[in-house]
């Protein structure tokens, strides 16, 4: 059993910042039918809390858990009145090791031992903000990608002084609240989803630069090609199951000279493919789901339903923006769900 108060044990949350992200947990929290505590450092930003959360409410019609109330937040201007009665807190302060450094010490010093404090940093080091608590050991990263109040991803990770069994009630906790909680290994930075966003980001520029397409045929082919199935499938996984059978390394096998030669970068994967860790990766810690033909099959079709769906949404979305398009009234995506 954890030490730490964790998933349905915890009924009051204290949100610390409340910016654009810190906002959006208290509209998630609240969602989640959890009692909401804010500390806001101004007097005159008290009222900012209960506006950002009316502006949110509409997009959480479909995702309210039982007991969900807007109105189950209040908010202060003294930290540890805020901290009372707390089970779990979430910090959102700005991106400044001195100030996050501090309000997790001041944190620290009001909170029971069994209530863990979770950052929402993008940059900083938890072993760095940690340094000046009494209890290092309950502080965990816990990164949201935005907007933080409909996008499930969450990366956890603890620093240098926490206890790994803090990581993992934390990670118990945001699922229990249907969030996707990922696991780091260690501290890097820019954790996960940014570092695959920045490396993305580097060759769309890369791209652009040398003349190859123009920033909107780029931003073309992401949205309507790759991202559409990474809204499913990551990397991994696709190339996986574009392997058919032979999984991944049948994918390198035959795609990746002709892809990866040009980029510099097929050594890597030639190496990978021919080693044993590459072996241990694909049968055993890749994918716990073996290639079989029907398994394969299974996973395709219900892609290929997500992605008919996707575009389907897509269709709506841009007709209520620009009325171009006209959605079709045809209900095959949503029998092909239901059957």
């Known amino acids: 059993m954890s030490r730490y108060k964790s998933g349905a044990a915890i009924g009051t949350v204290g949100v610390v910042a409340t910016g654009y992200v810190g906002s959006a947990w208290v509209a998630f929290f609240l969602a989640r039918g959890l009692d909401v505590r804010v500390f806001v ?24 858990a039982p007991g969900a109330d807007p109105a189950r937040v209040r908010v202060f201007t003294d930290l540890a009145q805020a901290m009372k009665g ?15 450094r501090r309000l997790l010490a001041e944190m620290d010093a009001v909170l029971p031992p069994d209530v ?8 900083l080091p938890v072993t760095e903000m940690q340094q000046l608590c009494r209890h290092p050991e309950r502080c965990v990263l816990g990164h949201p990608f ?9 990366e956890v990770v603890g620093g240098d002084q926490t206890d790994p069994d803090a990581v993992d009630a934390a990670i118990a906790t945001y699922a229990h609240w249907g969030k996707v909680p990922v696991r780091l290994n260690r501290e890097v930075f820019g954790h996960i989803g940014n570092r695959l966003a920045g490396a993305l980001w580097r060759e769309a520029v890369s791209l652009l630069v040398e003349g190859v397409a123009s920033a909107e045929d780029i931003d073309k082919a992401l949205v309507e090609g790759p991202g559409r199935k990474w809204c499913i499938t990551g990397p991994f996984e696709s190339y996986h199951l574009s392997g058919g059978s032979g999984g991944i390394r049948r994918f390198l096998e035959t795609f990746g000279p002709g892809i990866y030669v040009s ?19 694909q049968d055993v810690t890749f994918f716990d789901m073996p290639v079989w033909p029907s ?20 269709r ?19 029998t092909m769900m239901t059957e």
């Open 86 to 100: 707390c089970d779990f807190v979430q910090e959102n302060a700005a991106e400044q090791l001195d100030l996050k």
């Open 295 to 314: 398994c394969w099959v299974l996973v395709v079709a219900f892609g290929i339903m997500a992605l008919v769906l996707i575009a389907q949404a897509l």
């Open 116 to 123: 863990l404090i979770a950052s929402s940093t993008s940059s």
């Open 316 to 334: 709506d979305f841009r007709f209520g923006l620009t009325g171009e398009g006209r959605p079709t009234t045809d209900k095959k995506a949503a």
């Open 263 to 281: 980029l510099l970068t097929w050594l890597v994967f030639e190496q990978a493919v021919e080693s044993t860790h590459r072996n241990e990766i």
């Open 41 to 64: 450092r101004r007097q005159e930003a008290e009222d900012e809390p209960h506006g950002a959360v009316a502006r949110m409410w509409p997009d959480l019609g479909g995702h309210l």
């Open 146 to 154: 935005t907007p933080t109040h409909l996008l499930r991803l969450v």
